[in-house]
T-cell receptor
């Protein structure tokens, strides 16, 4: 597709359930970022991939959060044993080069943990 | 650590009036600065960015921003607001050894309402 695609758009999870959020970046984009946006807040950096290498995971809030990009294209953000504080919009962004080109954002996945 | 402050949570302007959204940043080196707009249910769209050079940056949709190093500011302006500009606006600073200019730290956003 022409833009960054995220699925599902909405996810309701029961507390303790595992979830997987998918990001399809723009084809050929080297860099991929995940951000978490809590209600009424700005997005916060979670993790960064350059191709298949996860170069920065300093923003992941706990070891329940795990991200991968095994073939350097599609990425999955997995949250284990979800908690209510995990409720947020998860945004994915990709950029063509290794960091300074324009980053294009997907529409996000809204996760609600009940 | 880098940070961004957007002091105005909500701003209301009349259609056709001028607009200025404030942004102050804290960063230890020359910053990469961005303004993004987010409409309900939509992802973030880049309005403009500053990496270096001319401190007055032109963006899409008639927006501009001015980088003032002495004030650590990067305020967004538009001379005449349209009703379709109603949205949330985020200022961001980018940088880092990994991720380059696109490892972004965002402000908390300013919600713009446009009165007809």
């Amino acid at each position: 597709g022409a833009g960054v695609s995220q699925s599902p758009r909405y996810k309701v999870a029961k507390r303790g359930q595992d979830v997987a959020l998918r990001c399809d970046p723009i084809s050929g984009h080297v860099s991929l970022f995940w951000y978490q946006q809590a209600l009424g807040q700005g997005p916060e950096f979670l993790t960064y991939f350059q191709n298949e290498a996860q170069l920065d995971k300093s923003g992941l809030p706990s070891d329940r959060f795990f991200a991968e990009r095994p073939e350097g294209s599609v990425s999955t953000l997995k949250i284990q044993r979800t908690q209510q504080e995990d409720s947020a919009v998860y945004l994915c962004a990709s950029s063509l080069d290794r960091g300074n080109g324009e980053a294009f954002f997907g529409q996000g996945t809204r996760l609600t943990v009940v | 650590a880098q940070s961004v402050t957007q002091p105005d949570i909500h701003i209301t302007v009349s259609e056709g009036a001028s607009l200025e959204l404030r942004c102050n940043y804290s960063y230890g080196a020359t910053p990469y600065l961005f303004w993004y707009v987010q409409s309900p249910g939509q992802g973030l769209q880049l309005l403009l960015k500053y990496f270096s050079g001319d401190t007055l940056v032109q963006g899409i949709k008639g927006f501009e921003a001015e980088f003032k190093r002495s004030q650590s500011s990067f305020n967004l302006r538009k001379p005449s607001v349209h009703w379709s500009d109603a949205a949330e606006y985020f200022c961001a600073v980018g940088g880092g050894l990994t991720g380059g200019g696109n490892k972004l730290t965002f402000g908390t956003g300013t919600q713009l309402k446009v009165e007809l």
